[in-house]
């Protein structure tokens, strides 16, 4: 067979015949080789039978100090490889990437102490699939929501409209991702796999690629040794450290915080956490919705509940709001009635009277106001549609109607419940009020109940049109209930806060999912926050406000990928697709930090160590693989997967090792021990690390046996880093592929 090597700048693509074959970036090591095959794997792609072309991206431009995250222009592959796999379905072998200038003698690459790669995110969709922005809260049950919080998130989808193309078979994906050892790592780790795997596509078009640039470019320094530029104070580089701080993303003065504390009402029970004194007590009544005018008393007396409390007079409906200094004090709630209000932007507003002891099985009002002569909604108990809410949807003229809400999907109609009370248009707001009893008619319908759920969650929508159909508009509030005939407790419900205007929300887990809870680990809450992602937006500057060096000298590059393939035999098969399997140690915080050792340690034994447990299942998405990048396939007739790659992702310049455990059986699946640059020159600059992949295939070609592992199976992971020093935004990624059996 003619090998061809096939170029594609930006939009645009060059075809070499006949081109040598070789690695783009020399050969790779993996960190489980088989000692007892007397062949030694290299990750030699020219020795695969494979062929390959090469992408750019569009041009990366950035000054010292600067970030760049955000997804780039799309690029279409060569025109040759499009037609060729028109309707056919390729099989990526492996990739291989780095960081490059063009140049009339060639692309010349990027030394990593010039630009960080912090991490990237690529896909190839093909004439089946389309890259849509998504809501990442909501997107495949809102697991990207954390990484992509409050960022543009986009993903791949698969496309049913006919466009000329055929239908896939099925199962068969129509985009995949590239995102393994994605970071400093990215380009001496190797990306491919062993013989009879890959990543399979229909037809193929276009490139995406979202990549995490750190400007690090010391420009007054021209030699090919690292010197680190202007730091910012927040750096935790020590001096004349082999690595830039601000590759660590500190918070720096430019970096505006607001912290504050948030309240929540009570309707039964005492406060976990109470409200320490009356200035403050007053101030938060009014954040759970008690009005303005409520009285305010300090009192202390055994008939009302310790701490912070709102009662309402039955007499005149007035609110007073009691700060107890009585220890022993009654508990909250004991009434019937209860009410709350809440708006989502102004937009839609939704009031709940709820009455527990009208008939057997109480009574709510619920009244709705939205915009005239367009559709609007609530669902209840949810903060996004992947919640799967209750909803309550008026139209553009008056009617009502109540629906189970699916994930991205309108959901269906469901039985009837409320009853309309009154039916308003006032200055072009609709106010509806409706009846229904608190108990749910069936499991699709909410209950109320108070006693148990003191405040609801909800989204709204609004409509572009009477009829029920896209959203123009969205968002969330939550509504709190106030006791008409009892006590309200208010209780101290956290801290919370913002980040540049950004709220800042973080989902570390309890052990035994993950220990930075109960390590206090700084990254989990806004007040202890230092450095890392959050900081790190596309176009900030990792400076302080009185630095401000070279801010002309712009340095310009690209992001390069070689993509290694076969043809896929739809006949008889030599391929089988790998799934992509994903683990976060630091679950789901997506990072964490490495705080210095105590001054007691010594240097010889500074070791930060976390560690995560989970299920084989956990990773699993039923959906198929041609759904969405992430979807593993339905599990019916499977018992488990076989393990086939194993790429970590962790941050030079501390990370010492990961361990990924059968916590079952104590057995070692994969250990990555990185491996160090010791100089100057490029794939090898001081301090910064390869992380070679775990790869199990045939014998032959000095694998191991790939590892069977079952859905139930127990995995235990191990991150260390070394902390002589402290770092921000540290992560310990497993980013594994597989094939269920």
């Given at each position: 067979m003619e090998h061809l090597a096939l170029l594609a700048i930006a939009a645009s693509a060059v075809l070499c015949h006949?081109?040598?074959?070789?690695n783009m970036n020399g050969l790779y090591e993996i960190s489980n080789p088989n000692i007892q095959s007397d062949v030694k794997f290299r990750g030699d792609y020219s020795t695969m039978d494979a062929e390959y072309f090469d992408v750019y991206s569009p041009p990366i431009k950035t000054r010292y100090g600067e970030v760049w995250w955000t997804l780039m222009d799309p690029v279409t592959i060569p025109d040759e490889i499009i037609k060729r796999f028109t309707n056919k379905t390729m099989a990526i072998i492996g990739y291989e990437?780095?960081?490059?200038?063009?140049?009339?003698?060639?692309?010349?690459s990027v030394p990593i102490t010039w630009a960080y790669n912090h991490h990237y995110v690529a896909y190839m969709t093909g004439g089946k699939s389309k890259l849509v922005e998504a809501d990442p809260a909501t997107f495949q049950g809102g697991r990207f929501a954390n990484l992509y919080q409050h960022r543009t998130f986009y993903a791949p989808v698969e496309m049913t409209e006919d466009n000329g193309i055929e239908a896939p078979p099925p199962g068969m994906p129509t985009s995949t991702l590239f995102s393994e050892g994605n970071g400093g790592e990215f380009r001496k780790s190797f990306h491919g796999y062993p013989k009879g795997y890959a990543q399979l596509i229909y037809s193929p078009d276009t490139f995406h690629i979202t990549p995490m640039q750190i400007d690090t470019h010391n420009r007054d320094h021209p030699g090919a040794d690292f010197v680190a530029g202007p730091?910012?104070?927040s750096s935790q580089a020590p001096p004349n450290a082999s690595y830039s701080g601000i590759l660590e993303c500190p918070c720096?003065?430019?970096?505006?915080?607001?912290?504050?504390?948030?309240y929540s009402a009570l309707t039964k029970g005492a406060c976990s956490v109470a409200v320490v004194n009356a200035s403050e007590c007053f101030a938060a009544a009014h954040t759970v919705g008690v009005p303005a005018n409520a009285t305010t008393q300090a009192i202390s007396q055994t008939n009302i509940p310790t701490g912070c409390s709102v009662v309402r007079s039955p007499d005149d409906d007035t609110n007073h709001v009691y700060f107890n200094s009585e220890t022993h004090g009654t508990t909250c709630g004991g009434g019937s009635l209860y009410s709350g209000q809440a708006s989502v932007l102004n937009k839609v507003t939704m009031r709940l009277d709820l009455n527990s002891k009208q008939g057997r099985e109480g009574e709510a009002t619920i009244t709705l106001s939205g915009p005239d002569g367009v559709w609007f909604g609530v669902g209840l108990s949810a903060t996004a549609m992947s919640d799967l809410p209750y909803a309550i949807i008026v139209n553009g003229s008056g009617e009502v109607m109540e629906r189970k809400m699916a994930d991205h999907d309108p959901g269906t109609q469901i039985k009837t419940t409320v009853m309309i009370v009154s039916n308003a248009v006032t200055n072009g707001v609709r106010t509806i009020v409706l009846n229904r009893t608190m108990i749910g008619a069936t499991k699709d319908h909410y209950t109320f109940n108070p006693d148990v759920e003191s405040s609801i969650p909800f989204i709204s929508a609004i409509g572009s049109g009477p009829a029920f159909a896209y959203h123009k508009f969205k968002g969330a509030a939550t509504l709190s209930f106030t006791a008409l005939d009892g006590a309200t407790c208010v209780c101290n419900a956290g801290?919370?806060?913002?980040?540049n205007g950004i709220p800042f929300n973080k989902d570390c887990w309890d052990e035994p999912k993950g220990d930075l809870v109960q390590q206090k680990n700084p990254t989990c809450w806004v007040d202890t926050y230092q450095g890392g992602l959050?900081?790190?937006?596309?176009?900030?500057?990792?400076?302080?406000?009185?630095?401000?060096?070279w801010e002309d000298q712009i340095d310009e590059y690209h992001m390069k990928f070689r993509f290694w393939f076969q043809e896929y035999d739809p006949v008889a098969p030599k391929h089988e697709n790998l799934v992509r399997i994903f683990w976060e140690t630091e679950v789901w915080s997506t990072e964490y930090d490495i705080p210095i050792k105590e001054p007691s340690v010594e240097p010889q034994n500074a070791l930060h160590e976390i560690s995560s447990h989970w299920k084989v299942g956990d990773m699993l998405h039923d959906c198929s693989p041609g759904r969405a990048f992430d979807c593993t396939g339905p599990r019916e007739n499977k018992t488990g997967i076989n393990l086939i790659y194993a790429g970590g992702h962790c941050?030079?310049?501390s990370c010492y090792s990961m361990e990924l455990y059968n916590a079952d059986n104590g057995q070692l699946l994969c250990r990555h021990l990185p491996i160090y640059g010791n100089g100057s020159e490029i794939f090898n600059e001081e301090g910064y690390l390869a992380l070679p992949p775990c790869l199990w295939g045939p014998k032959d070609d000095g694998l191991i046996e790939p590892v069977f592992l079952s859905f139930d199976t127990n995995l235990m992971s191990v991150k260390r880093n070394n902390n002589t020093y402290g770092h921000y935004g540290d992560m310990a990624l497993w980013q594994?592929?597989?094939v269920l059996v």
């Open positions: 006949g081109a040598q074959l070789e990437s780095n960081q490059v200038r063009q140049t009339s003698d060639g692309d010349v730091l910012p104070k720096t003065d430019r970096i505006k915080k607001d912290i504050h504390t948030v801290i919370k806060g913002s980040i959050r900081c790190c937006h596309h176009g900030w500057i990792l400076l302080d406000q009185d630095q401000n060096p941050h030079a310049p594994m592929r597989g």
